[in-house]
């Protein structure tokens, strides 16, 4: 995984992969060539399959093997409508009792670390930010990523 900062580390994979992915589909074929488009392809589908799950573990909320169950959020930590909340729900150890489907969480350290532990704002909160990019590199993921080769571009 592309790594530059603890704090919400999945939010910058996301927006370079979504970057990469404008770049490339808005650079003629003077401007990059045939295997840069390639290896920006190969990155994409590496670092979404991550975000995703590939490695047995997801980073998005409701999706996928093992996901976020404890996402730092208010309103997913506080019980239905209707009933109190309190900071006995939010430092509950229990899953989250609203489920934030599609939600990024911030992601793993520069170890790959990441606990579920909804007190970490640093690796488990979501937040817009984090989300925008993921979504428009899924968009563009979605036109086709045509990887032919394990290559793939540092980020």
Not at 49 to 77: A, K, W
Not at 107 to 127: K, L, M
Request: net charge positive.
């Amino acid at each position: 995984m592309g790594f530059s900062s603890p704090w919400g580390s999945l939010r910058h994979v996301g927006n370079a992969v979504f970057l990469m992915k404008v770049f490339a589909a808005r650079a003629s074929p003077a401007q990059i060539k045939a295997a840069t488009r390639n290896a920006i392809d190969c990155t994409a589908k590496k670092e979404l399959g991550y975000i995703l799950g590939d490695t047995g573990r997801s980073f998005v909320v409701g999706y996928g093997t093992n996901p976020p169950q404890r996402p730092h959020h208010r309103g997913s930590s506080c019980p239905p409508l209707g009933t109190p909340c309190s900071w006995d729900n939010y430092n509950s150890p229990a899953p989250n009792p609203n489920t934030l489907y599609g939600a990024m969480v911030g992601g793993p350290d520069g170890t790959d670390a990441y606990a579920d532990n909804r007190n970490d704002y640093i690796s488990n909160e979501v937040a817009t930010d984090y989300n925008a990019g993921f979504t428009g590199a899924l968009a563009a993921a979605e036109e086709g990523l045509t990887c032919k080769a394990s290559r793939r571009l540092a980020i």
